[in-house]
C-alpha cells in the first residue's frame, strides 16, 4: 500500500526470461499486486516469473503472442478484479526505473489526475541515452498525438510507464489496440470520457534491450490508430453535441474539464 492506496503494477513480458527476475525484483515492496502477463514468450520467461518468490505476484499467460497492448489490457482486467486503487505498468524488460514510480502515482493519489504518463524527454538523460532512431520516431509520434488526442501539452506518447486510476480503468475498459499503438488509443480513450492526464519526468534506460518496433510494421497500424482517434475526438467534442448525441454514459464526474498538464521536473 502506498500514503493509503492499494497499488497494482501490470507487467507485460515477451521473451525476457533473461530478465524478468531482475524486473520484478526491482518493483518497490509498497506495491500490492505484481500482474505479470506473459504474452506467448517462447523462452523461460513463465518458467522464471513462476519460480519467484515475491508477494503478490501474479502470473498470467497467453497462449499466443496477441502484442503488448493486449497484454496489458489483460493485466488491467486482474488489477480491477483485485480491486486495486491505482494501477502502473512497467516493462518486464527492466527499461523503467522503478525510483520514478511514487512520481509516476502521487497525482493520482492526490486526485490530481486520472492518469499520469512518463515522460522520458523530461529527463536530462534521454538526448544521450534514447537511439537516434527512436528519437526521431517518438519526436512525430508525440506531435501526432497531440493532435489526434486533443490533450496538446503532453509529449512522449509512446512511453509505456504509466499509472491510471480506477475509476478511469473502469470508465475505458480494458480491450484497446492490441499492438504498438495502443499509448494512443488509450489517449484518445480518456479524452472520450473526459479524463484528466499529466505527465512526470522519468528516466530514460536503455541497457541493450533490443526493440520489437520496427518502422514498416507499425507505420500502418499506428496511422490508422491516430486517425481514429481523431474522428472519435471530433464526434465527442464537435459532430456528437451538434447532433444531439447522447452524453458518453461513462464519463468521468469532472468530464467538462478535461485537463492535460505538466508537473515539475525534479532538482538536477
Given amino acids: 500500500m502506498y500514503r493509503g492506496c492499494t497499488v497494482a503494477v501490470v507487467m507485460p513480458a515477451y521473451n525476457v526470461g533473461d530478465r524478468i527476475a531482475g524486473a520484478v525484483a526491482a518493483v518497490p515492496a509498497f506495491v500490492d499486486q505484481l500482474v505479470v502477463v506473459d504474452d506467448g514468450s517462447t523462452d523461460e520467461t513463465s518458467a522464471v516469473a513462476s519460480r519467484l518468490p515475491r508477494p503478490g505476484l ?142 512526470v519526468p522519468v528516466r530514460p534506460i536503455y541497457d541493450g534491450q533490443r526493440s520489437g518496433i520496427r518502422p514498416w510494421t507499425v507505420l500502418y497500424p499506428i496511422s490508422f490508430v491516430l486517425l481514429r482517434s481523431l474522428l472519435r475526438r471530433v464526434w465527442h467534442q464537435h459532430l456528437g453535441p451538434l447532433l444531439g448525441a447522447r452524453e458518453e454514459p461513462r464519463c468521468l464526474p469532472h468530464a467538462n474539464r478535461a485537463a492535460d498538464h505538466l508537473l515539475p521536473a525534479p532538482p538536477p
Fill in 58 to 199: 501474479i502470473l498470467l499467460r497467453h497462449p499466443v503472442n496477441s502484442g503488448v497492448g493486449a497484454a496489458i489490457g489483460t493485466g488491467y482486467a486482474e488489477a480491477l478484479r483485485q480491486g486495486v486503487a491505482v494501477v502502473a505498468v512497467m516493462a518486464g524488460d527492466g527499461q523503467m526505473d522503478p525510483a520514478d514510480l511514487p512520481r509516476v502515482i502521487d497525482p493520482l493519489v492526490d486526485e490530481k489526475a486520472d492518469y499520469v504518463k512518463g515522460n522520458r524527454f523530461r529527463h536530462r538523460d534521454v538526448w544521450r541515452v534514447m537511439p537516434k532512431d527512436r528519437l526521431v520516431g517518438n519526436i512525430l509520434l508525440s506531435l501526432c498525438t497531440r493532435i489526434t488526442s486533443g490533450y496538446l501539452r503532453l509529449f512522449d506518447s509512446q512511453c509505456g510507464f504509466t499509472a491510471i486510476s480506477r475509476r478511469a480503468l473502469r470508465a475505458i475498459g480494458c480491450r484497446f489496440f492490441a499492438r504498438y499503438g495502443y499509448p494512443n488509443d488509450v489517449l484518445a480513450r480518456l479524452r472520450a470520457v473526459g479524463a484528466r492526464v499529466c505527465e
